[in-house]
């Protein structure tokens, strides 16, 4: 392999990486995601989910607020490594 050809492929290899690490700074950047309907089709069909994800909001890297729905109620949480603490919903309810 001549020196020519090493460059070559180094070179290529470099932007196919530089690609890579562009679309994943465009998809974090602009929070991209895949469709529902899309990811439907991937969950196995059976019983109706009980709990669900409504949304997730990062504070900062360590720390972020999630809004979930189980059985009809809402709760909001803070998830961080000191813990989870519940912000809204029934405390009380298990």
């Known amino acids: ?6 460059l070559r492929m180094i070179g290529a290899l ?14 974090r950047r602009y929070e991209i995601r895949l469709p529902q309907t899309f990811l439907s089709g991937l969950v196995r ?5 009980r709990m669900e ?3 997730r909001l990062a504070l900062d890297p360590r720390r972020s607020v999630a809004l979930i729905r189980k059985d009809g109620r809402e709760h909001m949480l803070l998830i961080a490594p000191e813990g989870l603490l519940v912000l809204e919903g029934d405390k009380d309810h298990a």
Request: aromatic residues 4%; negative net charge.
């Open 45 to 49: 069909q059976g019983a109706p989910r």
């Open 53 to 55: 994800l409504v949304e």
């Open 1 to 6: 392999m001549d020196i020519l050809s090493l």
């Open 14 to 27: 470099g932007v196919v990486l530089g690609i890579l690490a562009g679309g994943l700074w465009i998809v």
